[in-house]
């Protein structure tokens, strides 16, 4: 058994490892220091580069702004004025071109036997309300999933219906004589002629015969009288 | 660069715990007020950042439109123009206007008109909220079928909008040639003042 007493003070003690307390120290320092420069640089030059990012927008919103805020402006008059034009385009749509329908009656009526005693076209202006949206979703749909006490789905609101649009519905009525055996013949003929005629075909939405009768109960003068109803379609102010 | 804590003096131990707090309060004061500030500062550049590159990509999207916009509003703006100059009476002075138009196309169509009269400005329904209201003018004449044609024909070639709204014609026994005619011609007349049109380019004036 080896006895020997330790002379050394504590400060002549060495460490015993494979790299020195001293390099430990200075290599985590300057790693230390390496990172936080590095995580710092980079923090410093992302926010300076944000600054310059955002003194770049600002500049570029100072100059865009005015002239965005005008177009702005020029497209809410835009919208202004093409509502109005379009409220005077419905007024052109809604209107019953009465010179093409009176030079299409005299057209069509022949001259013998059939005369006109009195033509009226009567406009009523009413409200039309569009045809609602059928692709909406149901108001209400049930989950099948859940058997016959099956809770009613989340119920969503019913689809506001379109607002109602004014239109023009004109009634034409024509009466008059028709002369000879076979008045009731030519009058049959001008009616049916006033439903198939391809110039009022798209103006008329029916016509009928609503009266034909004997004009007189002289037998020499042989007049009957009739009266035709002809409607139009809604002629919708859009 | 041994430094062995027992063996420092008192002083240079005292020394070496102040540095110490000395370096934690330094640190503390630069996150305070230079990291935090800074990072909030960022925080608040960032959100900037992001609406004006939103508000730049809006702007971007409607002034790509510019000319087209600019051409329209134009467009309308004339379309507009040319039915107030012609086609509406203005405001305030309808039969005076209608009158006009009347005789103006009978003279044209070669017919003599009876009478003109003016029902006013009818509020029908529909016309809640619209800018302009039906003006109705009820007309009577004597005329033969060819001249109340060429009469129609004048007023709705000349004026789109005017409507007809009723007519009446009715054979005479004394005059077959010449029937008495009574027809109701409507007009869109301004529910209001009209707004003064702004020119296209009064914004472009502006500083």
């Known amino acids: ?31 230390l220091a390496v990172v936080i ?13 944000k600054r310059q990012d955002l003194l770049w927008a600002r500049d570029q919103w100072k100059k865009t702004e005015p002239l965005y805020k005008q177009l702005l402006t020029l497209q809410q008059e835009q919208k202004r004025l093409k509502a109005v034009v379009n409220e005077l385009d419905g007024w052109n749509h809604a209107r019953l071109p009465t010179y093409t329908l009176l030079a299409e009656l005299q057209r069509l009526v022949a001259p013998h036997p059939i005369q006109f005693s009195h033509v009226t ?118 | 660069m041994n430094i062995n804590w027992s063996s420092l003096t008192k002083e240079q ?55 087209r916009t600019r051409a329209d509003t134009a467009a309308l703006k004339d379309r507009l123009e040319t039915a107030t100059k012609s086609f509406i009476p203005a405001f305030g002075n309808l039969l005076s206007w209608a009158t006009e138009q009347i005789y103006q196309t009978a003279h044209e169509a070669g017919v003599d008109i009876d009478s003109v009269s003016g029902g006013g400005q009818v509020m029908a329904a529909g016309t809640e909220g619209q800018t302009f209201l039906p003006f ?44 008495q005619v009574g027809l109701s011609v409507e007009w869109p007349s301004w529910a209001k003042p009209p707004a003064a049109p702004k020119s296209v380019g009064d914004e472009k004036k502006k500083p």
């Open chain 1, 1 to 31: 058994m080896k006895v020997h007493v330790n002379l050394l003070h504590p400060d002549e003690q060495r460490y015993q490892g494979l790299v020195s307390l001293r390099f430990i120290f200075l290599a985590s320092t300057i790693t």
């Open chain 1, 37 to 49: 420069i590095l995580v710092g640089g980079f923090a410093l030059y992302s926010f300076f580069s």
């Open chain 1, 121 to 238: 076209v009567m406009g009523e202006r009413g409200m039309v309300q569009p045809p609602a949206v059928t692709n909406a979703p149901k108001a209400e749909v049930k989950d099948e999933s859940a058997g016959d006490g099956g809770v009613p789905a989340k119920s969503t609101p019913p689809p506001k219906p379109p607002p109602a649009i004014p239109a023009w519905r004109f009634r034409i009525t024509i009466a008059g004589h028709v002369f000879g055996e076979e008045g009731h013949t030519a009058v049959v003929m001008f009616n049916e002629q006033l439903q198939r005629d391809s110039q009022l075909a798209a103006t008329f939405d029916s016509v009928r015969l609503q009266g034909l009768s004997r004009a007189s109960r002289e037998v020499q003068r042989n007049e009957q009288v009739f009266t035709i109803e002809a409607l139009t379609p809604f002629r919708k102010f859009e």
């Open chain 2, 13 to 67: 131990k005292q020394v070496a715990v102040l540095i110490g707090i000395g370096v934690v309060v330094l640190l503390a004061l630069l996150y305070q007020f230079a990291l935090q500030p800074m990072a909030d500062s960022a925080e608040q550049h960032k959100r900037e950042l992001v609406d004006l590159r939103v508000n730049i990509e809006k702007a971007a999207k409607v002034l790509e439109q510019e000319g």
């Open chain 2, 136 to 179: 109705s003018t009820q007309v009577t004449m004597q005329c033969s079928y060819a001249d109340l044609l060429r009469f129609l024909h004048a007023l709705e070639t000349k004026n789109p909008l005017a409507t007809v709204t009723a007519l009446s014609v009715e054979g005479r026994e004394q005059n077959w040639e010449h029937h």
